[in-house]
T-cell receptor, first 109, second 113 residues
Framework: GENVEQHPSTLSVQEGDSAVIKCTYS??????FPWYKQELGKRPQLIID?????GEKKDQRIAVTLNKTAKHFSLHITETQPEDSAVYFC????????FGSGTRLQVQP | DSGVTQTPKHLITATGQRVTLRCSPR?????VYWYQQSLDQGLQFLIQ???????AKGNILERFSAQQFPDLHSELNLSSLELGDSALYFC????????????FGEGSRLTVL
C-alpha cells in the first residue's frame, strides 16, 4: 500500500509568519494531491489540491507545491492568522485511502 | 454544510454491545468512505463502497462491517464493542472512486464505557 509521511507533527508559529508542511509518498502513480484542514471538533475540509500536471498552485495565502520526481508535496501558508490553527492532513493516494498522520499548527497571536 | 449527513452525532454504549452508524452521501456522489479517528490521532481508512459495491478495505476489524444500499446511503455496524473502539467515525463521499475532493460528514462520536 501507499506509504505516507507527513512532517512536522506539530508546528508553532507567530502570527504573520509562514508555515510549511511536507508530505512524502511512495506510490508513483499518485496524480492527485489534496490538503485537508480539520479544526478542533470539526470535520476535515479540503483547502487546496493540485494535480500532477502542474508544479504549484496558489489560493490567496495558501499554496501547494509538488515535486513528482522526489515524491513529495508541501503546503505553504503565508501571513498566518490565529484562525489557521488546526490539524492539516495530506492525502496523496489515488483512491483516498491513506492520509498523512497530520500536522497540528498553532498560530500564536 | 458538506451535504453529507451522519447519524447519530453522539452515541454512548457499553462494552459488548452493537451499534449502527448511518451516512447519507452528497446528492449524486456514488462513493462512500468510512474513517476512524481516535483521540488526537489521524484518519484511519476503514472501508469504501462505490455504487453499492465494496471497492476497498482498510484495517477494518472483523467485528466491524458495512454496506451501501441502493439509495446509496451507507451503514457501518460495530459489534462486540470494546473500550478501544471509542472514537470519532467519519463518513465521506465523492463523485467517483479515486481522485477528487472528499466531502466529510460531521462525524459520529462513539463512546464505549
Amino acid at each position: 500500500g501507499e506509504n505516507v509521511e507527513q512532517h512536522p507533527s506539530t508546528l508553532s508559529v507567530q502570527e504573520g509568519d509562514s508555515a510549511v508542511i511536507k508530505c512524502t509518498y511512495s506510490d508513483s502513480a499518485s496524480n492527485y494531491f489534496p490538503w485537508y484542514k480539520q479544526e478542533l471538533g470539526k470535520r476535515p475540509q479540503l483547502i487546496i489540491d493540485i494535480r500532477s500536471n502542474v508544479g504549484e498552485k496558489k489560493d490567496q495565502r495558501i499554496a501547494v507545491t509538488l515535486n513528482k520526481t522526489a515524491k513529495h508535496f508541501s503546503l505553504h501558508i503565508t501571513e498566518t492568522q490565529p484562525e489557521d490553527s488546526a490539524v492539516y492532513f495530506c492525502e496523496p493516494g489515488r483512491r483516498a485511502l491513506t492520509f498523512g498522520s497530520g500536522t497540528r499548527l498553532q498560530v500564536q497571536p | 454544510d458538506s451535504g453529507v449527513t451522519q447519524t447519530p452525532k453522539h452515541l454512548i454504549t457499553a462494552t459488548g454491545q452493537r451499534v449502527t452508524l448511518r451516512c447519507s452521501p452528497r446528492s449524486g456522489d456514488l462513493s462512500v468512505y468510512w474513517y476512524q479517528q481516535s483521540l488526537d490521532q489521524g484518519l484511519q481508512f476503514l472501508i469504501q463502497y462505490y455504487n453499492g459495491e465494496e471497492r476497498a478495505k482498510g484495517n477494518i476489524l472483523e467485528r466491524f462491517s458495512a454496506q451501501q444500499f441502493p439509495d446509496l446511503h451507507s451503514e457501518l455496524n460495530l459489534s462486540s464493542l470494546e473500550l478501544g473502539d471509542s472514537a470519532l467515525y467519519f463518513c465521506a463521499s465523492s463523485l467517483s472512486s479515486g481522485q477528487g475532493e472528499l466531502f466529510f460528514g460531521e462525524g459520529s462520536r462513539l463512546t464505549v464505557l
